[in-house]
């Protein structure tokens, strides 16, 4: 298991397969999507919708890192407030956020070269 969030001196790392669902909480913050898209859920949501209905659809996703991004972010952010109604963590849509951190694995070769953001 690697150690790859929250440090400002080297790559974001891309968590692996088997990744815990605090593992990928933390790799979806280390993004912004908020504040890179507007700064408010109301211009995010527009952005982010499509990639959800067309994975749903055809199981694929876009090629364009700063869009997986942002939809993985939306993913954390929604399950955020799932959760806070229900007790104990969990991830709802599991096969879409897997789906999400293997297409950014893969865009990117496992390390994005950028610090991470700040939390929203």
């Not at 912004?32 to 209905?53: C, D, F, M, W």
């Not at 999400?100 to 496992?110: D, E, F, N, S, Y």
Request: a negative charge; charged letters at 25%.
């Amino acid at each position: 298991m690697r150690k790859y969030f929250w440090t400002r001196y080297g790559p974001v790392l891309v968590p692996d397969e088997d990744a815990s669902s605090l593992e990928l909480i933390e790799f979806a913050l280390s993004y912004n999507g908020y504040a890179r898209n507007g700064g408010k859920p109301s211009t995010l949501r527009p952005i982010v919708e499509p990639v959800h209905q067309q994975f749903r659809e055809t199981g694929v996703l876009p090629e364009d890192l700063h869009l997986l991004r942002s939809a993985l972010f939306w993913e954390q952010r929604q399950n955020r407030i799932n959760e806070e109604m229900r007790s104990g963590p969990n991830i709802v849509g599991e096969t879409y956020w897997k789906a999400l951190v293997a297409k950014i694995r893969g865009v990117t070769g496992g390390a994005i070269l950028e610090p991470p953001d700040d939390s929203p």
